[in-house]
């Protein structure tokens, strides 16, 4: 039996998966972000820790049996979080995450002066990565670096507490930009510009290996009877995603949806596109890279539209817009509520609702939404184009999936066709106890890291493409006009 534990941005989800990769068990536990100034966004480690445990909790009660057989754990995480402790492991504040664009400043600098490190990073210079942060922390708060002795990604703090040590895999050690990501390796160069100290950083594993065990004090009380439980090196979010609907091959892509969105494509070697506005990053496999056409606004979009109606969840509002004829809204949205990254790389972007009249509805709006976040995914697309890179169909995960309306909309947006897996909403969960998995066994990787059965495959509608090729033409329009005055 294996655990796989994803701890995502708006909550932490766990599985427990067994030798013929049937889920037996799932659960899920919402997490909260803090927003205490304009452009941050923090989150608690503690927080995590307290969800990690409700959710293996509940797996428990759910499946105490297979609870008890666990031999590996595998875990999964939003990645370019910053989490500082202190010599005793104490935290020393909030974790900084992703979509945080309070360094913009310094990643600003950074872009002039180092200019250089983007090949090696296999990013440009952003306020979602660890050098902005850092220079903003040196700035704003040096007595907070001063005290510390390890600083980590939100999945690693897990693992930390799991078992003791300091750790991290390829993917999310990419994903702090301080990687030199063709070596998998931390960049001298970059760690050099940054002031950072190497023995601060965590030791970098491959994400399918065998890194370390589960402490044997937390496996009783998670109720594990197994002797020794294997805890794998893991992955970002975004390579788990893939491993769990089989992405491993090169030019094998999806979409993921979720709080965040980006079009995902593996590749067999390292392949930086930083002009391109796509970045590049190490997979969780060993010798797998992938290249993202990252978006900052993915599914919380439609939450944000939730709220603002009073809903308690989207599902009548994605009933109201599936209601209205098929093809382009009259509205436009710029899905841009906390910056973007594809292809803009701008940390002041933000949320624009265009044409509205008396007449306006709220389906209007949500259909609006949904059609927003997929002219950003087409905009991913061209990025990737623009680095040379071919995609011929692309899965989807993510809570964003479940709705085939909205995959519908994607589909005649970006002109491609999508697919939807059984299961594929265990996401990177499953990935995450697949690798766990591929740790405790050493099996072949293509044995375990299959693509799930087809749930259905949609492809785009040729007229409805064309139309929605002029109101992304329209879309990126609205940003060009509105770039200067997003800075006011």
Known sequence: ????????????????????QAVVATASVPLATSRPRPDWSEQSPQDWWAAVGEVVARLRRAAPDAMAQVQGVGLSGQMHGLVLLDAEGAVLRPAILWNDSRAADEAAQLASDHPDLADLAGVAHSTSFWPAKLLWLAHHQPEILGRTRHMMLPKDYLRWRMTGRYQTDGCDAGGTALLDVSRRDWSAPIIEVCNVDRAVLPEIVEGSQAASLLAPEIAAAWGISTARVVVAGGGGDSATGAIGIGAIADGDAYISLGTSAQLFVTTDRYRPAVEAGVQSFAHAL????????????????????TRLFGEADPAALLAEAEARPAGPGRLLFLPYLTGERCPHNDPYARGVLFGLTPASSRAEIVQAVLEGVACSLADALACLARAGTVIEEAAIVGGGARSLFWTRIIADVVGLPIVRYAGSETGPAFGAARLARLAVTGEPTEQVCGKPPV??????????????????SRFRSL??????????
């Open 1 to 20: 039996m294996f655990l796989g534990i994803d701890l995502g941005t708006s909550a932490v989800k766990a599985l427990l998966a067994d030798m013929d």
């Open 286 to 305: 060993p010798d797998r890279w992938f290249q993202a056409g990252a978006v900052l606004n993915g599914a919380s979009a439609l939450a944000w539209a």
């Open 455 to 472: 749930l259905d495959r949609t492809l785009p509608d040729p007229a409805r493409h064309a139309a929605y090729g002029v109101a992304l």
């Open 479 to 488: 940003y060009g006009a509105l770039r200067s005055e997003f800075r006011n």
